[in-house]
T-cell receptor
Framework: GQQLNQSPQSMFIQEGEDVSMNCTSSSIFNTWLWYKQDPGEGPVLLIALYKAGELTSNGRLTAQFGITRKDSFLNISASIPSDVGIYFCAGQLSGGSQGNLIFGKGTKLSVKP | DSGVTQTPKHLITATGQRVTLRCSPRSGDLSVYWYQQSLDQGLQFLIQYYNGEERAKGNILERFSAQQFPDLHSELNLSSLELGDSALYFC?????????????FGSGTRLTVV
């Protein structure tokens, strides 16, 4: 099946540091989404990107839809302990069935106070 | 509370058994999606229903089936369970006009097959 390569797999950082993670694919996507999952909960949408080159912010989070439509990155600035969790990228394939998403395997973020 | 309700939260069962997972979508959402989350595979799309009809199928095993009822709740049936079926199963729902953009996930059902 289609793959999204998400990196890094895990990060262990100091509070206050900036974080960057990304997703790449060999396929073209119409939409890129970034989710955060806390333990025992379902993923929660952080940012949605709809067109190539789009740069969108949500508080301390910034994400971009790559120009080639095959990649996206998420940056978190000035990390805080509550940023801990697993971050997933997800995309909807160009020409794919509307609605179902392909997910990356996640980036596990740990923040040391 | 996301508005998407999944029951049960935890399920432990033996190999060879059959279980049913239940999902109630957010009020007004017509689409229901089922995903399987395992440690080594991440979130894998299983199946989508829209207003009672199957809309899309992903990597769903033949031993698994789903349906969406007139009241829009959905059930995922897993039969002849194997150890490898142990995973978190998530349901998500969305509004008709939003598709994937409006996904809201439930808290999941953790299935353990022993």
């Amino acid at each position: 099946g289609q793959q999204l390569n998400q990196s890094p797999q895990s990060m262990f950082i100091q509070e206050g540091e900036d974080v960057s993670m990304n997703c790449t694919s060999s396929s073209i996507f119409n939409t890129w989404l970034w989710y955060k999952q806390d333990p025992g909960e379902g993923p929660v949408l952080l940012i949605a990107l709809y067109k190539a080159g789009e740069l969108t912010s949500n508080g301390r989070l910034t994400a971009q839809f790559g120009i080639t439509r095959k990649d996206s990155f998420l940056n978190i600035s000035a990390s805080i302990p509550s940023d801990v969790g697993i971050y997933f990228c997800a995309g909807q394939l160009s020409g794919g069935s509307q609605g179902n998403l392909i997910f990356g395997k996640g980036t596990k973020l740990s923040v040391k106070p | 509370d996301s508005g998407v309700t999944q029951t049960p939260k935890h399920l432990i069962t033996a190999t060879g058994q059959r279980v049913t997972l239940r999902c109630s979508p957010r009020s007004g959402d017509l689409s229901v999606y089922w995903y399987q989350q395992s440690l080594d595979q991440g979130l894998q799309f299983l199946i989508q229903y829209y207003n009672g009809e199957e809309r899309a199928k992903g990597n769903i095993l033949e031993r698994f089936s789903a349906q969406q009822f007139p009241d829009l709740h959905s059930e995922l049936n897993l039969s002849s369970l194997e150890l490898g079926d142990s995973a978190l199963y998530f349901c998500a729902s969305s509004e008709p006009s939003q598709g994937a953009y409006g996904y809201t996930f439930g808290s999941g059902t953790r299935l353990t097959v022993v």
